[in-house]
């Protein structure tokens, strides 16, 4: 019995493999006529397609496509263009009036029996690569090309195992089959830079470039192998030409971002780069790391700290994101005993207070205001305002502090446990004067925003987030309100 990795391939390949048989079928349907003879053509299509789940069986290394035009005279022009090195694919969804034609008249890796006899013996005749000559059908004139895709596949399997140079052999000599084939191209190219041939892939990333209308894409892995060839300024023109290509396309921006950062230059301009991708996809962990990278190397802790916070929670608490944010923290509490030792010994001589004592009643200025009614829609958070700079210690981590709005404080406890595991340190659990609310709610000043959006994530459920726009020593406040009532 193989890993669950090798079944699950095996059974990937099997399916690719009837999805090509079934996609095979509407051709071969089409040329029925070709082996009918006088059998009624509803029961050789019900055979036909009995058939497919044997031959889903049927190992075979060939591939097929299928051009159909009216004329032979037409036919015998698009076979001459073809000899010249003209793309089958292309003439394919130009001419053909095959139902492939969209696909580039492929039928994919069919088995020999599941062809129609006459293009069987034309199929099986047909070196690799090469073109049949005009076959004459009740549809027209039909082009066969026989092509094989075992070296992609072998390619692929190489490329995935690490072993590079060999993914490198085996889709150089796909291409020798098929040199219209994108696919191979693209992955030739990232197993080149895989391999360390970054000049050999720039140059096929811009050979590619000629024919593309995505080229962000290509412009960015461009940039890539140009960085890692060590042509700095190359690689920042081709990621400022993947930004103008497609200015939504978030993975330029952080990749310069970080090539800046790397290269220790235009530190502050890198930052506003990353923090632009972070504006398009909030959701990658490698724009929040860039994030840490260049607030580290400019000395801002607290938007370090911030980008680690969300680095935590997206890479699921891998530990080398929790161990860096201990170390922040303590570096934190390190520099505040500096800059005044007695307002820290101060400090935690009220912590100490504050946990051996019973949980004070919640103050005016802290409580937060009386919940709305609850719709299917929550209101719009009224505009930010500014906040005085002394609500948000500088130089601290954040003010955070829980409260039950519910009959029952289990659901608060499970967010304190939560929040704790991850790294997240509540100053204060208490509960809200009222005990009805049926969602929660993130409040927060505006200085806090990026890790109340990840702490809402961690309360879970329809949590909302509102900003904190009242007096409190807190800079996030979470009631944890109970969906079930």
């Given at each position: 019995m193989g890993t669950p990795m090798e079944n699950s391939a095996l059974r990937l390949t099997a399916l690719h493999r009837l999805r090509a048989l079934l996609q095979g079928l509407l051709v071969v349907a089409f040329l029925l006529p070709l082996a009918a003879g006088g059998t009624p053509p509803l029961r050789l299509l019900g055979s036909l397609i009995g058939a497919a789940a044997?031959?889903?069986?049927?190992?075979?290394?060939?591939?097929?496509?299928?051009?159909?035009?009216?004329?032979?005279?037409?036919?015998?022009?698009?076979?001459?263009?073809?000899?010249?090195?003209?793309?089958?694919?292309?003439?394919?969804?130009?001419?053909?009036?095959?139902?492939?034609?969209?696909?580039?008249?492929?039928?994919?890796?069919?088995?020999?029996?599941?062809?129609?006899?006459?293009?069987?013996?034309?199929?099986?005749?047909?070196?690799?690569?090469?073109?049949?000559?005009?076959?004459?059908?009740?549809?027209?004139f039909v082009l066969l090309r026989k092509s094989s895709d075992r070296a992609l596949r072998q390619g692929i399997e190489a490329l995935q195992a690490g072993e590079y140079r060999r993914a490198v052999e085996h889709f150089e000599r796909d291409l020798r089959l098929n040199p219209t084939r994108a696919l191979a191209r693209q992955y030739l190219a990232r197993a080149q830079e895989e391999s360390g041939e970054f000049d050999r892939a720039a140059d096929l990333y811009v050979a590619m470039l000629r024919g593309s209308?995505?080229?962000?894409?290509?412009?960015?892995?461009?940039?890539?192998?140009?960085?890692?060839?060590?042509?700095?300024?190359?690689?920042?023109?081709?990621?400022?030409?993947?930004?103008?290509?497609?200015?939504?396309?978030?993975?330029?921006?952080?990749?310069?971002?970080?090539?800046?950062?790397?290269?220790?230059?235009?530190?502050?301009?890198?930052?506003?780069?990353?923090?632009?991708?972070l504006r398009l996809d909030p959701t990658q962990l490698a724009f929040h790391d860039t994030l840490a990278t260049l607030a580290a190397k400019l000395g801002y802790v607290d938007q370090e700290l911030v980008a680690i916070d969300a680095a935590v929670f997206l890479s699921r608490a891998e530990a080398a994101y929790l161990e860096r944010r201990r170390e922040l923290l303590a570096e934190v509490s390190r520099?505040?005993?500096?800059?005044?030792?007695?307002?820290?010994?101060?400090?935690?001589?009220?912590?100490?207070?504050?946990?051996?004592?019973?949980?004070?009643?919640?103050?005016?200025?802290?409580?937060?205001?009386?919940?709305?009614?609850?719709?299917?829609?929550?209101?719009?958070?009224?505009?930010?305002?500014?906040?005085?700079?002394?609500?948000?210690?500088?130089?601290?981590?954040?003010?955070?502090?829980?409260?039950?709005?519910?009959?029952?404080?289990?659901?608060?406890?499970?967010?304190l446990q939560r929040l704790k595991g991850a790294g997240y340190p509540v100053e204060r659990f208490d509960r809200h004067e009222r005990d009805d609310w049926t969602s929660s709610i993130v409040y927060y000043k505006p200085q806090a925003r990026t890790t109340a959006e990840v702490l809402a994530r961690h309360v879970g459920g329809d949590t909302n987030l509102r900003p904190l726009n009242w007096s409190s020593i807190f800079d996030i406040i979470i009631v944890v309100g109970n969906p079930k009532g």
């Open positions: 044997a031959g889903a069986q049927e190992a075979t290394d060939f591939s097929y496509q299928l051009l159909v035009v009216r004329s032979r005279a037409e036919a015998e022009r698009l076979a001459e263009m073809l000899r010249g090195g003209a793309s089958f694919a292309d003439l394919a969804r130009q001419y053909s009036i095959g139902p492939n034609a969209a696909q580039g008249g492929r039928i994919g890796a069919l088995p020999l029996s599941l062809l129609a006899p006459a293009l069987r013996g034309l199929a099986s005749e047909l070196p690799l690569g090469a073109v049949s000559q005009p076959l004459e059908t009740p549809f027209g209308s995505a080229k962000a894409p290509l412009l960015d892995r461009l940039g890539g192998a140009r960085a890692k060839a060590g042509k700095i300024e190359e690689a920042i023109d081709a990621y400022r030409q993947a930004m103008r290509a497609d200015p939504s396309y978030a993975g330029a921006f952080n990749n310069l971002a970080w090539l800046y950062a790397q290269q220790g230059m235009q530190l502050e301009p890198a930052l506003r780069l990353v923090r632009q991708a520099r505040r005993a500096q800059a005044s030792p007695a307002a820290a010994a101060g400090e935690a001589a009220d912590s100490m207070t504050r946990a051996l004592s019973p949980a004070p009643a919640v103050k005016p200025e802290d409580a937060a205001p009386a919940a709305p009614a609850v719709t299917e829609q929550p209101p719009a958070p009224p505009p930010e305002r500014p906040q005085e700079q002394a609500s948000v210690r500088p130089g601290g981590p954040l003010r955070i502090k829980v409260l039950s709005g519910a009959r029952t404080q289990q659901p608060a406890r499970e967010v």
